[in-house]
């Protein structure tokens, strides 16, 4: 199984060595010749790039017991609630989950954990929900893994969903690696992409690896279900149906106690985003112009589902923001997702400080600012005219 | 106490580039690492042997023999005893896989207090392995830590949300995956980098943890890469004017949205 | 980059690693809000003590990791000087601090004093200059009068680098007034004797970082163990101390040097004015030329001269003035220059250049100023010469 490299076709060009994202492949030091190592995970990356056929993915074809993988149907969407609230995840992942689950042709359930959660399940029908499982244990009153995952395991073992879903969050991504460890399944982290092969009722599952330079797509053909984690955002929330209803399933359930106990919860995070860390970043110079008009640039921040805003020297020196917030040199370096200048020329001590940023949008009216040099898209514009059309976009 | 911490070799994914006409990496030049919250995780442990003296501090990895590297790492940091586990039976496991290889290795050790990780690696960012582990061992996880204190027999940690923290009461055995904020890192010594020079580090097969066969590797692995792919390659230097502002607002909204950004 | 094979030793070559990683990555981003506020770089030097860099000039039998190869302490300060020799004096001014005992003080005294230095437990300084006593070291006025098994030091010491901050101090005192130098004796006092105090810090030009400080004696009572050697040895003891740790200023100067140097290189290949990069105008790159000669030229002399020790030269007063007067006179040079080089940027507090030139105007004023190493090379040829005149 794996990787096979046949010695007698490789040439030793090297090719393949170059490719492989997981440095899993070198040449040997005798005679140039590739092997693999334990690193290899059997992507299929290297494959195409030999150009005398001597690698070839050799797979165990497994034959999964195909009666008893058709046992499990129906694709599940854990409802994260915290404090009795249900999270935005949750509904952007029934929102996708609707449009699986009718490819599929199977209904579209919500898993509902907690204690005396109210009518967290009226929402969850409103916005798509065939039918909801609701665990009401007091085990589950705060979130712990332990509890959390005995109960999903339990509602998976008992109704045998073909795919479930959860949102790739602190409790996600906290509590779901268990549950795939106690129902023998697949699980994928942090997909962006999601898709379904009708045929072979496959979960296609697309997430970036490797610091986001690559993309993978991961199948998991021979067990049920099918589980991942869904980045938040990524997917829309759909529009909610109000008086739309559906199956409520009360399950009863004999937990364990739970062994971790929460003492104490804080919020502590209620003010600003903290540049330093921040995935999108809404940044003003010296175009800004005033202190009041960093308002215009929180709309944005906002519009962007939570940016953090950062500032330019100047409009920090202008004493326009706290220096807290300054990008460049002398302040914070930033590496986010999406970075958007405003009103910042772009002088060299700022470009140090963010040039590595995934994607940059610059908005400034001098068509010839150095900004314009690194910006993946630049708009030559005044920024009072294009930020506040950029917000409406942006809410649409 | 005993602290078992996992860490992982991972390319510095922060050098790796796109080729642009090729659209595939370029990787030359892109040295192997200590996993960066891996160091974070060690950290912990090392603090936690400083403010309780007769502490152990094993550092674990599953890899390909270059990977003794990181643990010479962690012992010229202050790890007094290392694992590596290598075998090519592991190849091409995934998060299911790799946890239960892990866990068979610490199983074979004498028993864990704590067993700490890094929050994720930065080459396959799934955050599964911790969580799995201590599923495998049957003790409790923590993910996502910050802090943690150690007293009588169980632990206090605090442990971040999306816009907070809570604070636990763990007992322990337990396993915490471990955040960046959680500390700085120390560097190596020179004594312990000496020590690690000299230390021969013999590789641990699947056979000698006592692993199932049948759980290893590839084959036991429930998920499958189908395809590996770049991301559409950065369009790059674009610049609209001349036009109404609610049209180039509305151009980039909708090229954020096509492009998965927002 | 290319470099000359200065023969370095693997512990020599490691431990340069070692520095050069942690001053670009502990160091560098706090140099500037150290030189804006001043405080001393406390958690900077634990650290050191926790990667066993405190102890390289202390040998082993005392708790270091010196064997006779005096290169590894010297590039430990040249590396943290390429980032900050604010930082750097305060690290190695603890060898400064325990020079006169490794050089002067019994067994006994060593096994005491040196192996919480060697570990970074504590810290050391070295207390000579007074008000009326700089260049001038002989006519110190702090004096310790014998009272039984203890001496009792009266008298005020200026400008001592680590002072407040450090916990064992080499003080020097006249013992017997009518001997002048040769009355001075050299002690050991722990912070917190009674009677030991310390002035105001003092707010300077460049080094910010580092704690300048008066220690400040009032009938403070010392044990009679704590004298170095015996009474009236402290002048031989003071400039013996000299004779080695000028090279280490000189390792100052060369490391802060090519920091300066190396800031100015890459501002030029990325600085761009009428289409180019300024690096390729041929005024400029001959300005930076000479840096990197000057630069090259003052390690090569500084190397040497410790090398030169190391193998057991007698005789190095002349070349440790040298390469303190030369490598300090390169550094504020090529600072200038780089100050120059980055043009107006270069005069602001956002790019490290203008702290890199207040910091190296110390180097050729501190362990003796330039004028004083030139007198000591002066006064060594004309008794060199006069032996050759002779035959």
């Given at each position: ?312 020297r ?9 220096s807290?917030?300054q990008?460049?040199q002398t302040g ?17 001590q ?47 | ?262 | ?22 001053a670009e990555?502990r160091v560098k981003p706090v140099r500037a809000e150290l030189d804006e506020t001043g405080h001393f770089p406390t958690e900077i030097l ?34 943290l000087s390429r980032i900050c020799i604010g930082v750097s004096v305060s690290f190695a001014a ?67 680098t680590n002072?407040?901050e ?35 810090k003092e707010n300077k030009l460049g080094i910010r970082a580092s704690a300048t ?39 100052q100067?060369?490391g802060l040097a090519?920091g300066a140097?190396?800031e ?67 550094a504020m040079?090529?600072t200038t220059?780089a100050v120059?080089?980055f043009?107006?940027y270069g005069y602001m507090k956002e790019y490290p250049v203008e702290k890199m030139m207040r910091d190296a105007k110390i180097l050729?004023?501190y ?25």
């Open positions: 199984m794996g990787l096979k490299i046949d010695l007698d076709l490789c040439t030793g060009c090297g090719a393949c060595v170059a490719v492989c994202p997981f440095c899993a492949l070198a040449q040997r030091a005798a005679d140039g010749k590739v092997e693999v190592n334990e690193a290899c995970t059997a992507c299929g990356a290297c494959l195409e790039t030999c150009p005398v056929g001597a690698l070839s993915m050799e797979v165990a074809e497994k034959k999964a017991d195909a009666a008893a993988l058709d046992a499990f149907r129906g694709l599940w969407v854990f409802a994260e609630q915290r404090g009795g609230k249900v999270q935005e995840v949750a509904y952007e992942l029934l929102g996708e989950g609707r449009v699986l689950a009718d490819k599929l042709g199977v209904e579209l359930c919500a898993v509902l954990l907690g204690h005396q959660i109210g009518n967290c399940a009226a929402t969850l029908f409103e916005h798509g929900a065939d039918k909801v499982y609701v665990v009401d244990h007091p085990a589950l009153e705060k979130y712990t893994a332990e509890p959390y995952s005995e109960a999903m395991s339990a509602l998976i073992k008992k109704y045998k969903p073909e795919v479930v879903l959860a949102g790739a969050t602190s409790m996600g991504r906290g509590f779901i690696a268990r549950v795939a460890i106690q129902v023998n399944a697949g699980l994928t982290a942090d997909c962006t992409e999601l898709g379904v092969d009708v045929d072979k009722r496959l979960l296609l599952q697309t997430r970036p690896a490797f610091g986001g330079n690559i993309m993978a797509c991961i199948v998991c053909p021979d067990h049920r279900p099918q589980m991942a984690t869904v980045r938040p955002k990524v997917f829309k929330q759909p529009a909610p149906t109000a008086g739309r209803t559906g199956q409520l399933v009360a399950e009863k359930l004999d937990l364990k106690d739970p062994v971790v106990k929460v003492l104490e919860t804080v919020n502590a995070m209620q003010n600003e985003v903290n540049v330093a860390g921040a995935e999108f970043i809404v940044t003003g110079g010296r175009g800004v112009g005033g202190p009041e008009n960093f308002k215009l640039l929180a709309e944005l921040a906002e519009a962007l589902g939570g940016a953090a805003i950062g500032a330019s100047a409009a920090v020196d202008a004493g326009w923001i706290s807290f917030h990008v460049g914070k370096t930033v590496r986010p997702k999406i970075y958007v200048a405003c009103g910042v020329s772009g002088q060299i700022h470009l140090v400080g963010m040039n590595s940023s995934d994607t940059i949008i610059a908005i400034n009216k001098d068509p010839d600012a150095p900004i314009f040099g690194v910006a993946d898209v630049g708009i030559v514009g005044d920024l009072f005219q294009v930020v506040p059309e950029l917000v409406k976009a942006l809410k649409k | 106490m005993h602290i078992v911490v996992c860490v992982k070799q991972v390319p510095n994914t922060t050098q790796v580039r796109i080729n642009p006409e090729t659209n595939t990496l370029v990787r030359d030049g892109v040295e192997s690492i200590l996993n960066p919250f891996d160091e974070n995780a060690l950290e912990m442990a090392l603090q936690l042997k400083e403010k309780h003296p007769g502490t152990k501090v094993t550092v674990l990895t599953m890899g390909p023999p270059q990977a003794a590297e990181v643990l010479k790492e962690a012992v010229g940091r202050g790890a007094d005893a290392v694992v590596l586990l290598c075998d090519r039976a592991f190849a091409g496991s995934d998060t299911w896989a790799t946890s239960y290889a892990l866990s068979t290795a610490i199983r074979k050790m004498e028993p864990a207090d704590l067993v700490l990780f890094g929050k994720q690696a930065i080459d396959g960012d799934t955050a599964q392995v911790g969580p799995g582990v201590a599923d495998w061992l049957g003790i409790p996880c923590v993910a996502y830590a910050r802090k943690i204190e150690v007293a009588d027999g169980k632990a206090v940690v605090e442990r971040n949300f999306e816009d907070g923290y809570e604070k636990l009461d763990v007992a322990l055995p337990c396993a915490l995956t471990v955040l960046k904020e959680a500390n700085v890192p120390r560097m190596a010594s020179l004594r312990g980098k000496m020590a690690a020079k000299k230390l021969v580090i013999a590789p641990m097969t699947a056979e000698a943890v006592g692993a199932d066969p049948a759980k290893l590797g590839l084959n036991a692995s429930p998920t499958r890469v189908v395809k590996i792919f770049s991301p559409p390659p950065k369009t790059g230097g674009v610049k609209w004017q001349g036009e109404e502002p609610a049209v180039l607002a509305q151009r980039l909204a909708d090229l954020l949205r096509e492009r998965k950004l927002i | 980059m290319s470099e000359l094979n200065y023969g370095l030793s693997e512990l020599a070559l490691e431990i340069r690693a070692m520095v050069r990683e942690f990555s634990r650290e050191l003590g926790k990667m066993d860099l405190m102890g390289l000039y202390i040998p082993a039998e005392y708790g270091g990791t010196f064997e006779g190869d005096s290169m590894p302490n010297l590039i430990a300060v040249e590396e603890n060898g400064l601090g325990a020079d006169p005992i490794l050089i002067g003080a019994s067994d006994e005294q060593k096994k005491k004093f040196l192996p919480p230095l060697a570990s970074g437990e504590k810290w050391a300084a070295y207390a000579l200059t007074e008000p009326n006593a700089g260049s001038d070291a002989g006519s110190i006025r702090t004096t310790a009068v014998k009272k039984g098994d203890k001496y009792v030091l009266n008298g005020t010491k200026q400008w001592i002072g407040g450090a916990d064992i101090y080499t003080v020097f005192a006249v013992t017997d007034k009518n001997r002048g130098a040769r009355g001075v004796s050299c002690f050991i006092v722990e912070k917190g004797t009674p009677g030991f105090k310390f002035g105001k400080r008066e220690l400040i004696f009032e009938d403070c009572e010392v044990p009679a163990a704590n004298l170095i050697g015996r009474e009236g040895t402290g002048f031989i003891w003071a400039m013996k101390t000299f004779d080695v740790s000028r090279p280490g200023i000189a390792a100067a060369v090519q140097l190396d100015a290189v890459l501002y030029a290949k990325v600085r761009e004015q009428f289409g180019k990069p300024i690096i390729a105008n041929q005024g400029l790159s001959w300005m930076l030329a000479d840096m990197a000669t000057k630069v090259e030229t003052a390690r090569a002399l500084t190397y040497a001269t410790v090398q030169s020790i190391d193998r057991g030269a007698k005789d190095y007063s002349k070349f440790s003035a040298m390469c303190k007067v030369y490598a300090s006179d390169v040079q090529v220059d120059q080089v043009g107006g050729q004023i362990e003796g100023t330039n004028q004083i190493q030139r007198d000591i090379i002066g006064l060594a040829l004309n008794k060199e010469y006069g032996a050759v005149a002779k035959k």
